[in-house]
C-alpha cells in the first residue's frame, strides 16, 4: 500500500458516513494529491518527494476527516439521527430477541434436563418446589431474551446513530448509551405495571446495563471478541446462564406441568366443595372462555345452555399468594370476593359482562372467575371452565422496590 | 496562508469569492485563491476541503462530479443563491472590519 493509499485510508476510516458519501470524499482528497503531486512535478520535483510534501501539505489525516466530520455536522443531522437511532433499535432491537428467545429456550431446556436429573437425586419433596418455580424460569428466560435484545440495540444504534449525524462513534456511543439505558430503565422499573418478583426487578434493572454494554462494544467486529482463546470465556458465562436457569426452575417441565395443573386444579375445586363451591365437575363445552382482562370490566362468553340449572351466580374469587403455586395451595387460600346473580335474560345473550372493581384489591395473588349453578339435585356446581388468572396490580417495579 | 486569527474566519469569504463567477474544484480553488490574493493567502487542503463541505452543508456552494480538463473526474463547486447572499454579507463584514482597524491603526499612529 503506497503512502497516499494510507493516508486516503486513514481518513475514510475515521468518516462516520455512508459508504457512498465516504467514497466521494476520498475521491476528492485524492484528485487534489494526484493534481499536488502533478504540480511539484512539473516544478522540478523528484516524483518519490512530490508524492512525499503532497501528502504532507494535506495534514494529520485524522485532524483532517475530523474537520471533514464536522463540516457536515447540522441540526437537521440530529433529527436524522434520532429517526435513524430509533429504526436500527426497532429492528436491532428485534433481531436481538429472536437470538434471544431461541438462547433462552436452549436454556430453558438444559435447565430443564438438569432439573429432571437433579429430581432423582433429591428428596421426595423437592421436585414439587422446584416445579413451583417455573414462573420465575420463564421470567428469567425473558429477561435474558430482552437482554440480548438491548445488547443488540445498543451495539448497533451508534453506528447508524454517528452516521446520519456525522459525528464520532464516541459521540454517538455515549448518546446511544444514555438513551437506551433510560428507556430500559423506564421499560424494566417503570413502565410494567405488575406486581413484580426479585429475580425479575433484579433483571429488568440490568437492562441498561445491557444496552449500555452494547453500544460500549459498538466498535468492536461481533466475531472478534470471541476468537482465539476469548471464545472459552464463554462457557462459564453459559454455565453461569444455565445454573441459573435450573436454579430458576424448569421450562421443559411446563407442559407436564400444565397437564398436572389442569388436574390439580380440579383437585382443587373439588377440595373448595366443602365449602361448598363445586363438588364436581359438570358436563361444560371446553370452549366456554372468560375473554376479559383483568379490569375492572370482565366479559363471560357462553357457548352453551345451563339447562337445568337454578341460581345462576357469577362469582370471583381470589387467593393472595406470592409464591403463585398451582392448585391446590391456592385454592385453599381463596376467598369469596364477590357473588353476583345472573339474571336468566342474559344467558340468551350468551355474554355476561360484569362490572367488577379490581382496582381496590391491592393484594397480590390470584382471581378466579366463574359461573357456578344449581343442579336439580340441589348441588352447585361450576359451570365454566374455571379460569385462573393473575391480577395485575399497578405496582412497577420501582414501587415494589420502594415497597420494601 | 497566514495562521493569523484575523484571517482564520475568512476561508467561506475567500473561497465564496473565486466561486463568484465560475465552477472549480477543490485543488483549482486553492490556485486561485493563492494567485489571486498574490500569495497572500495559501489555504492548507487541511481547513479548505472542510470549509468547502461546510458550506456545501449550509447549501451556499453545490458540487457536482465532472471530467476535468485534465481528464480524471473531479468534484466541482458552483455557487447558488444563498451562496451569493452570504458571500454579500461577508464582503459587508470584511469592509467594515477593515475600514474599523484601518481608522483605528490610523488614529493611533496620528497620537504618536
Given at each position: 500500500?503506497?503512502?497516499?493509499?494510507?493516508?486516503?485510508?486513514?481518513?475514510?476510516?475515521?468518516?462516520?458516513?455512508?459508504?457512498?458519501?465516504?467514497?466521494?470524499?476520498?475521491?476528492?482528497?485524492?484528485?487534489?494529491?494526484?493534481?499536488?503531486?502533478?504540480?511539484?512535478?512539473?516544478?522540478?520535483?523528484?516524483?518519490?518527494?512530490?508524492?512525499?510534501?503532497?501528502?504532507?501539505?494535506?495534514?494529520?489525516?485524522?485532524?483532517?476527516?475530523?474537520?471533514?466530520?464536522?463540516?457536515?455536522?447540522?441540526?437537521?443531522?440530529?433529527?436524522?439521527a434520532?429517526?435513524a437511532g430509533a429504526w436500527t433499535a426497532g429492528l436491532e432491537g428485534?433481531?436481538?430477541?429472536?437470538?434471544?428467545?431461541?438462547?433462552?429456550?436452549?436454556?430453558?431446556?438444559?435447565?430443564?434436563?438438569?432439573?429432571?436429573?437433579?429430581?432423582?437425586?433429591?428428596?421426595?419433596?423437592?421436585?414439587?418446589?422446584?416445579?413451583?418455580?417455573?414462573?420465575?424460569?420463564?421470567?428469567?428466560?425473558?429477561?435474558?431474551?430482552?437482554?440480548?435484545?438491548?445488547?443488540y440495540a445498543g451495539r448497533r444504534v451508534p453506528q447508524a446513530v454517528a452516521r446520519a449525524?456525522?459525528?464520532?462513534?464516541?459521540?454517538a456511543r455515549?448518546a446511544t448509551g444514555?438513551v437506551l439505558?433510560?428507556?430500559?430503565?423506564?421499560?424494566?422499573?417503570?413502565?410494567?405495571?405488575?406486581?413484580?418478583?426479585?429475580?425479575?426487578?433484579?433483571?429488568?434493572?440490568?437492562?441498561?446495563?445491557?444496552a449500555?454494554?452494547g453500544a460500549?462494544?459498538a466498535?468492536?467486529?461481533?466475531?472478534?471478541?470471541?476468537?482465539?482463546?476469548?471464545?472459552?470465556?464463554?462457557?462459564?458465562?453459559?454455565?453461569?446462564?444455565?445454573?441459573?436457569?435450573?436454579?430458576?426452575?424448569?421450562?421443559?417441565?411446563?407442559?407436564?406441568?400444565?397437564?398436572?395443573?389442569?388436574?390439580?386444579?380440579?383437585?382443587?375445586?373439588?377440595?373448595?366443595?366443602?365449602?361448598?363451591?363445586?363438588?364436581?365437575?359438570?358436563?361444560?363445552?371446553?370452549?366456554?372462555?372468560?375473554?376479559?382482562?383483568?379490569?375492572?370490566?370482565?366479559?363471560?362468553?357462553?357457548?352453551?345452555?345451563?339447562?337445568?340449572?337454578?341460581?345462576?351466580?357469577?362469582?370471583?374469587?381470589?387467593?393472595?399468594?406470592?409464591?403463585?403455586?398451582?392448585?391446590?395451595?391456592?385454592?385453599?387460600?381463596?376467598?369469596?370476593?364477590?357473588?353476583?346473580?345472573?339474571?336468566?335474560?342474559?344467558?340468551?345473550?350468551?355474554?355476561?359482562?360484569?362490572?367488577?372493581?379490581?382496582?381496590?384489591?391491592?393484594?397480590?395473588?390470584?382471581?378466579?372467575?366463574?359461573?357456578?349453578?344449581?343442579?336439580?339435585?340441589?348441588?352447585?356446581?361450576?359451570?365454566?371452565?374455571?379460569?385462573?388468572?393473575?391480577?395485575?396490580?399497578?405496582?412497577?417495579?420501582?414501587?415494589?422496590?420502594?415497597?420494601? | 496562508?497566514?495562521?493569523?486569527?484575523?484571517?482564520?474566519?475568512?476561508?467561506?469569504?475567500?473561497?465564496?469569492?473565486?466561486?463568484?463567477?465560475?465552477?472549480?474544484?477543490?485543488?483549482?480553488?486553492?490556485?486561485?485563491?493563492?494567485?489571486?490574493?498574490?500569495?497572500?493567502?495559501?489555504?492548507?487542503?487541511?481547513?479548505?476541503?472542510?470549509?468547502?463541505?461546510?458550506?456545501?452543508?449550509?447549501?451556499?456552494?453545490?458540487?457536482?462530479?465532472?471530467?476535468?480538463?485534465?481528464?480524471?473526474?473531479?468534484?466541482?463547486?458552483?455557487?447558488?443563491?444563498?451562496?451569493?447572499?452570504?458571500?454579500?454579507?461577508?464582503?459587508?463584514?470584511?469592509?467594515?472590519?477593515?475600514?474599523?482597524?484601518?481608522?483605528?491603526?490610523?488614529?493611533?499612529?496620528?497620537?504618536?
Amino acid at each position: 500500500m503506497s503512502d497516499s493509499e494510507r493516508f486516503l485510508r486513514e481518513v475514510g476510516d475515521r468518516l462516520p458516513f455512508d459508504p457512498s458519501i465516504t467514497a466521494d470524499v476520498v475521491a476528492e482528497l485524492e484528485g487534489h494529491l494526484e493534481d499536488s503531486t502533478n504540480a511539484l512535478i512539473d516544478a522540478g520535483v523528484g516524483p518519490h518527494e512530490a508524492r512525499r510534501r503532497a501528502i504532507q501539505s494535506m495534514g494529520d489525516p485524522a485532524a483532517l476527516a475530523d474537520e471533514i466530520r464536522r463540516a457536515h455536522q447540522t441540526p437537521e443531522r440530529l433529527l436524522a439521527a434520532a429517526g435513524a437511532g430509533a429504526w436500527t433499535a426497532g429492528l436491532e432491537g428485534l433481531r436481538g430477541l429472536v437470538i434471544g428467545t431461541i438462547v433462552s429456550m436452549v436454556l430453558g431446556v438444559l435447565g430443564s434436563i438438569a432439573v429432571m436429573l437433579l429430581r432423582e437425586h433429591l428428596p421426595s419433596a423437592a421436585p414439587a418446589e422446584l416445579d413451583l418455580s417455573d414462573g420465575s424460569a420463564n421470567t428469567l428466560m425473558t429477561v435474558v431474551a430482552l437482554a440480548i435484545a438491548a445488547y443488540y440495540a445498543g451495539r448497533r444504534v451508534p453506528q447508524a446513530v454517528a452516521r446520519a449525524s456525522r459525528r464520532s462513534l464516541g459521540w454517538a456511543r455515549a448518546a446511544t448509551g444514555f438513551v437506551l439505558a433510560t428507556v430500559a430503565l423506564y421499560i424494566g422499573l417503570f413502565g410494567i405495571r405488575s406486581e413484580q418478583s426479585l429475580e425479575t426487578v433484579v433483571g429488568f434493572a440490568t437492562l441498561p446495563l445491557w444496552a449500555t454494554l452494547g453500544a460500549w462494544h459498538a466498535h468492536r467486529p461481533m466475531r472478534a471478541r470471541f476468537r482465539g482463546r476469548k471464545r472459552f470465556l464463554l462457557l462459564p458465562a453459559v454455565a453461569t446462564v444455565a445454573a441459573i436457569a435450573v436454579l430458576g426452575g424448569s421450562f421443559i417441565v411446563i407442559d407436564e406441568t400444565r397437564v398436572v395443573m389442569w388436574a390439580d386444579r380440579f383437585a382443587g375445586w373439588e377440595a373448595v366443595g366443602s365449602a361448598d363451591l363445586v363438588r364436581a365437575r359438570p358436563p361444560l363445552d371446553p370452549q366456554s372462555r372468560w375473554l376479559g382482562p383483568n379490569t375492572r370490566e370482565v366479559t363471560v362468553t357462553v357457548l352453551w345452555e345451563p339447562v337445568g340449572y337454578t341460581d345462576l351466580r357469577f362469582e370471583y374469587w381470589s387467593a393472595a399468594d406470592l409464591s403463585e403455586p398451582g392448585p391446590p395451595r391456592v385454592v385453599t387460600t381463596a376467598e369469596r370476593r364477590a357473588v353476583i346473580p345472573i339474571d336468566a335474560d342474559v344467558w340468551a345473550e350468551r355474554e355476561v359482562t360484569i362490572q367488577v372493581d379490581l382496582s381496590t384489591y391491592r393484594e397480590i395473588g390470584k382471581v378466579y372467575v366463574l359461573i357456578t349453578g344449581l343442579s336439580p339435585a340441589g348441588d352447585r356446581y361450576l359451570l365454566n371452565d374455571p379460569v385462573v388468572d393473575r391480577i395485575t396490580l399497578e405496582h412497577t417495579a420501582m414501587e415494589w422496590i420502594l415497597a420494601r | 496562508m497566514p495562521s493569523s486569527p484575523l484571517v482564520k474566519g475568512t476561508m467561506p469569504l475567500l473561497i465564496l469569492s473565486v466561486l463568484k463567477d465560475t465552477e472549480l474544484y477543490g485543488y483549482e480553488i486553492a490556485q486561485r485563491i493563492t494567485s489571486g490574493s498574490g500569495s497572500l493567502f495559501s489555504p492548507s487542503e487541511g481547513a479548505l476541503y472542510p470549509a468547502l463541505h461546510r458550506l456545501e452543508a449550509e447549501g451556499a456552494l453545490q458540487a457536482t462530479w465532472r471530467e476535468s480538463d485534465r481528464g480524471p473526474r473531479r468534484r466541482y463547486y458552483r455557487i447558488t443563491q444563498r451562496g451569493l447572499g452570504q458571500l454579500a454579507r461577508h464582503e459587508q463584514d470584511w469592509r467594515r472590519i477593515s475600514r474599523g482597524i484601518t481608522r483605528l491603526t490610523a488614529s493611533q499612529e496620528a497620537d504618536v
